[in-house]
Nanobody
Framework: QVQLVESGGGLVQAGGSLKLSCAAS????????MRWYRQAPGKERELVAG????????SYVDSVKGRFTISRDNAKNTVYLQMNSLKPEDTAVYYC?????????WGQGTQVTVSS
């Protein structure tokens, strides 16, 4: 059974930091590219960051470049999102995604709220 379980969300003041984790099970984690998406109320889901299966390639949406860092630990089947210098506009539900060919797996999401 495939599972992606996000954790680490919460309430933080603007300028603060959070580190999200996504623990994966039920598939060959080290062969999948991983992504973090977010969805704010009333907005479409947005791709925030991605990382290749071996961790050598990362990408970010412009709005988080220099503030967020995606990483993975294939020994622990976990992907992370370090979020620094958080802004109120980063408030959203953050989702972990694993994708390879026709397989597309999602976690349940974790809420991040940044107060001004």
């Amino acid at each position: 059974q495939v599972q992606l379980v996000e954790s680490g969300g919460g309430l933080v003041q603007a300028g603060g930091s959070l580190k999200l984790s996504c623990a994966a099970s039920g598939f060959t984690f080290n062969s999948y590219g991983m992504r973090w998406y977010r969805q704010a109320p009333g907005k479409e889901r947005e791709l925030v960051a991605g990382i290749s299966s071996d961790g050598s390639v990362t990408s970010y949406v412009d709005s988080v470049k220099g503030r967020f860092t995606i990483s993975r630990d294939n020994a622990k089947n976990t992907v992370y999102l370090q979020m620094n210098s958080l802004k109120p506009e980063d408030t959203a539900v953050y989702y972990c995604n694993a994708r390879k060919l026709a397989n597309d797996f999602w976690g349940q999401g974790t809420q991040v709220t940044v107060s001004s």
